[in-house]
């Protein structure tokens, strides 16, 4: 059974930093390209960013660019997202997604991925 086990979510401070993690489990994830969204309460999901299969290639929504950087180790078949300089409105539900329909591309929709994690809660505040 494939899936994606998101952590490392927590509540943090305006200005702290996270590094979020994205297991696989069932199948490996270095022909997959994965994504990171995020859904705060009454607002739409948003794509954050995405890496291609191979880790060579990034995209990375406006709204955390320069605050955030996705990676991955295929040998550990985990990806990661390090989140820094966290304001309250990075506050939300992220996930992870993975699929092998197309390329790690801008603008980040959700409509390119088939699999996806249950979550995990970033909250920032004071």
């Known amino acids: 059974q494939l899936q994606l086990v998101e952590s490392g979510g927590s509540l943090v401070q305006p200005g702290g930093s996270l590094r979020l993690s994205c297991a696989a489990s069932?199948?490996?994830?270095?022909?997959?390209?994965i994504a990171w969204f995020r859904q705060a309460p009454g607002k739409e999901r948003e794509g954050v960013s995405c890496?291609?299969?191979?880790?060579?290639?990034?995209r990375t929504a406006d709204s955390v660019k320069g605050r955030s950087t996705i990676s991955r180790d295929n040998a550990k078949n985990t990806v990661y997202l390090q989140m820094n300089s966290l304001k309250p409105e990075d506050t939300a539900v992220y996930f992870c997604?993975?699929?092998?329909?197309?390329?790690?591309?801008?603008?980040?929709?959700?409509?390119?991925?088939?699999?996806w994690g249950q979550g995990t809660q970033v909250t920032v505040s004071s």
């Open positions: 069932g199948f490996t994830l270095n022909t997959y390209v």
């Open positions: 890496i291609n299969s191979s880790g060579s290639s990034t």
């Open positions: 997604a993975a699929t092998r329909r197309g390329a790690c591309r801008s603008p980040i929709s959700g409509s390119q991925y088939d699999y």
